[in-house]
């Protein structure tokens, strides 16, 4: 990853939500505005570094975001596998 984009700026924290529009084809396209969602930094000053896209001392990397949502998501698609292997056994059952 270059240097421009694992800057400590705000649209690259882990606790910015980007915000996004929907267009006439009913897709979403990203906007360059967002919020912090941290809930230990007060609302005032997380515009504040939004608005300027300057970080504050609670930044963390994006990429930590991204690695949640894949365990996250890995643990869901394990349920879901258990899931089906029950539903499985027990339409197997009913034969």
């Given at each position: 990853m270059d240097e421009k984009?694992?800057?400590e700026k705000c649209s690259?924290?882990?606790?910015?939500q980007r915000y996004y529009v929907i267009g006439c084809d009913r897709t979403y396209s990203p906007t360059?505005?967002?919020r912090c969602i941290n809930i230990n930094?007060?609302?005032t000053l997380s515009?504040?570094?939004?608005k300027n896209d300057n970080a504050c001392d609670l930044?963390?990397?994006y990429e930590l975001?991204?690695?949640n949502i894949h365990y996250t998501m890995e643990i869901r698609l394990q349920k879901i596998c258990n899931d089906l292997s029950?539903?499985?056994e027990i339409l197997r059952d009913i034969k």
């Open positions: 984009n694992n800057a690259n924290c882990k606790y910015f360059r505005q967002g930094i007060s609302k515009k504040k570094h939004v930044w963390l990397p975001k991204k690695l029950s539903i499985l």
